[in-house]
């Protein structure tokens, strides 16, 4: 650690408060710490069928495998991020402090749901999409002059 903030980082906020546990239910996909984070389906709740444990199996199929009834070596598996557009409201900002853009995009995930977030970019990174974006541009200009 050099000490040194990263620039796109609020430097104060609000503190963080503790999540509410996870209680994952049937179907869910669960990361289990107790098995160096092994992740499993659950197949079986504590209470239901006299299970006194959740109850686990790999996404494929496999053995099952028990986890505590309090959850408590649980956690969610979040859904994969499938890709990211703009966001419909909301325009480009630069920072000329930290050398750093901010583009509002809205990130899109398998299970469908959205979140909206920024796209930071150094400098560099700002070159290199504006080149990028001029390309796509003209193959789009010359692919729209194709069709009339």
């Known amino acids: 650690m050099t000490g040194r903030r990263t620039p796109h980082l609020p430097s104060k906020g609000p503190e963080l408060l503790p999540a509410a546990p996870f209680a994952p239910r049937l179907g869910d996909l669960a990361a289990d ?3 160096s984070g092994r992740v499993g389906v659950v197949v079986a709740l504590p209470g239901e069928d006299s299970a006194t444990t959740y109850h686990l199996r790999p996404p494929g199929g496999g053995p099952t495998w028990s986890a505590p009834a309090d959850g408590s070596t649980l ?18 900002d630069y920072d000329p402090r930290t050398g750093q853009g ?3 995009v809205v990130f899109h995930f398998a299970d469908g749901s ?6 930071i ?3 560099a990174d700002l070159e290199r999409l504006h080149s990028q974006t001029g390309r796509l541009l003209v193959s789009h200009a010359g692919t729209a002059g194709a069709a009339e």
């Open 33 to 35: 710490t107790a098995h």
């Open 114 to 119: 959205t979140s909206e977030g920024a796209l």
């Open 102 to 104: 901010s583009v509002p």
């Open 121 to 123: 970019l150094t400098s």
């Open 75 to 92: 956690l969610p598996v979040p859904a994969q991020i499938t890709h990211a557009t703009l966001l419909a409201s909301g325009d480009a």
